[in-house]
DNA sequence: TAGAATTAATTAGTAACATTCACTCACGGT
DNA sequence: ACCGTGAGTGAATGTTACTAATTAATTCTA
């Protein structure tokens, strides 16, 4: 959930459960963004609707966030948090580099196959917003997502398992882009999605390319 | 330009000219559309503004479009067709199926790099509008283009030149996803594209993988 | 060439919706 | 008893996409 900020607290553990308690307004207006997001398209859900599903009224909405599009800002990122809890401990114990890069990309796959809202979000919504670039989700991305899914490339690398001729964080772009625009159409229309099949193919191609090596006229 | 849709004529070339005529006021539209696309975002742009940049009144828009954002995938097409068109001639006579795809790669970039109005239009703006996907534009990417991508992997794997062991429509998501991703940032920010660098090493790694062949513990 | 018919364009709205403003209520501390 | 603060609301407002009714211009035909 973590719908509080990172609780960095100085000293000792002082007044632990209150450190930032959150009002029950806000929680409901949360719950009922994701709620609504379940059925409905994002700009089709008016802030007059995510009111009356909350309970409250329109203008507590922004009290507690800038805009409609803030509001949606915090929903995403309470999702991602919870994705990357699971992410950590996915990963963990996974030897070999490539073998971490594939269960990053059954993870990765698995996320958008079952939290249709989250994926929707990050691969439609927010992406045409300008604000967003400015918001703190996007930043967490870049800072944290991000700079993991690097961590893990270049790891490989100096393992040697990973070429060491192409920037990492060029790999990271083409490994990020495959992964989106696989699922792409399956999140725009809502269809079915195999991790497993997904993964099998995306390893193939990104680990050993498309060139044929059986290939008698060789390059 | 063809704001015209496919001449299709019938019998003899009957009045070339006049097969379908462009009244002014809907060109003055889409190109006042084109020409504020050119300084603000979509969604900033008024339909009362791109009727006093083009010098109508703002109910013509109505008038030869269904909405605001119809008009968009209109202009869009439009680029699009300019676009085909240098790729069609572009593409012809390049030797090898690899080379075929390093020049596909090129040009796809190029094209983001030079018109950054149909980059974001396309990468940012169109996925997250719902009625995009039932847009003529829409279809067109996917009859025209992306057939033509796969067409060009169809036939690398036909030659030998490219690996058989993965579907060629899950090439094609690889390649299109990559080369989006691999642009985004800089079309987001407005920053410089060099398609040679890119390309280099985008074909470095789709034609031969991440995985470093030199290893001597290999895999 | 008159005038019917068709196409081009405009004027003057309207309804929906995000956002804002000014205000009330509850309550913990002093 | 009262001040300060945080939670919450009701009612208004301005913007904006979109529409209905109407007029102007152009083309077609007798």
Redesign the pocket.
């Known amino acids: 959930m973590s719908l509080t900020y990172a609780p960095r607290m100085k000293e000792q553990n002082y007044k632990l459960d209150a450190v930032e ?6 929680k ?1 207006i949360i719950d009922a963004l994701k709620a609504l997001l379940e059925k409905k398209e994002f ?9 009356q599903t ?18 949606l800002y915090v929903v995403l990122r309470d999702y991602l948090d919870e994705y990357l809890a699971r992410f950590e401990s996915d990963l963990k114990g996974i030897e070999g580099h490539l073998n971490r890069i594939r269960r990053l990309i059954w993870m990765h796959i698995h996320v958008y196959a079952s939290n249709r809202v989250m994926a929707k979000i990050l691969s439609l919504v927010v992406r045409g917003l300008p604000d967003f670039y400015a918001s703190e989700t996007y930043d967490w991305i870049v800072t944290v997502y991000a700079r993991r899914v690097l961590n893990v490339i270049e790891e490989g690398i100096r393992s040697g398992e990973i070429r060491s001729d192409v920037p990492p964080k060029f790999i990271r772009q083409v490994l990020l882009g495959s992964l989106e625009h696989i699922c792409l159409r399956e999140v725009i229309f809502d269809k079915e999605i195999d991790p497993d099949e997904l993964t099998e193919n995306l390893c193939k191609l990104l680990f050993r390319g498309i060139e044929n090596r059986d290939n008698p006229q060789a390059t």
Chains 1, 2 share one sequence.
């Open positions: 308690t959150i009002p029950p307004g806000k409901k700009d089709t859900i008016t802030t007059a609707e995510i009111a909350a309970g409250v009224s329109e203008a507590l909405i922004y009290k507690y966030f800038k805009d409609k599009r803030d509001l």
